[in-house]
């Protein structure tokens, strides 16, 4: 069956990198996403990379993907005050947001 | 343009009380998701439609929940008696079909006491 797992807290000092870390089961998953929910909103896609590479960059955000150990990571470069929220990871089979499944999130705090 | 618009935004009922959640998607996305947050985990699907057809709906407790989306726009998300257990947040999200990004609403707070 498929299972995502993740971290359930981070912290970190703002201006600092944050990475947040996920691990999935599916290995036919086709792309991977990262959503962010700020307090008291609905979820917004942040990123997502294609099984079949390796890294992603947009602008501070860098997605990094192990296959062979299905393995994702977010990092996310000078980390601001108003990068506080939850990060979650999520796997699609079918390559389109039909699919969806979703980890239990890992809350990101930034301390100034 | 407006996003994905769920009502209302908060909802405490007793248990065994009927409650319904209201979602109206993106103009031109067919394709509409209900999922259940439960507090502390990430979103579970309850049911899929294509335009106004149910497609997925393997997740929703039948004895109690059931959804319409009789336009194909629109759509209500019902459960006929709440338990305590229901206590989430209830997420609509929409897409258009085949494409990789679902746009999600704020959710609605469901608290049953």
């Known amino acids: 069956g498929e299972d995502v797992e993740q971290s359930l807290f981070l912290s970190v000092r703002e201006g600092d990198s944050s990475v947040i870390n996920c691990t999935y089961t599916?290995?036919?998953?086709?792309?991977l996403y990262w959503y962010k929910q700020e307090p008291g909103a609905g979820l917004q896609l942040l990123t997502y990379?294609?099984?079949?590479?390796d890294m992603k960059q947009d602008q501070r955000l860098t997605v990094l993907l192990n296959k062979k150990d299905k393995h994702l990571s977010l990092r996310i470069a000078d980390t601001q005050t108003g990068d506080s929220a939850i990060y979650f990871c999520?796997?699609?089979?079918?390559?389109?947001?039909?699919?969806?499944?979703f980890g239990s999130g890992t809350q990101l705090t930034v301390l100034p | 343009e407006a996003g994905v618009v769920q009502s209302p935004r908060y909802k405490i009922i007793e248990k065994k009380q009927p409650v319904a959640f209201w979602c109206n998607p993106i103009s031109g996305h067919n394709t509409l998701y209900w999922y259940r947050q439960n507090l502390g985990q990430g979103p579970e699907l309850l049911i899929r439609?294509?335009?106004?057809?149910?497609?997925?709906d393997s997740q929703l407790p039948k004895d109690r929940f059931s959804a319409e989306r009789l336009k194909g726009v629109d759509s209500t998300l019902k459960i006929q008696p709440a338990e305590l257990g229901d206590s989430a947040v209830y997420l609509c999200?929409?897409?258009?079909?085949?494409?990789?990004?679902?746009?999600f609403g704020q959710g609605t707070r469901l608290t049953v006491v």
């Open positions: 990379i294609f099984s079949n590479m």
């Open positions: 999200a929409s897409s258009v079909p085949g494409e990789t990004e679902a746009f």
């Open positions: 439609y294509e335009n106004e057809e149910a497609v997925d």
């Open positions: 999520a796997e699609s089979m079918g390559g389109s947001a039909r699919q969806l499944t």
């Open positions: 599916d290995s036919s998953s086709t792309y």
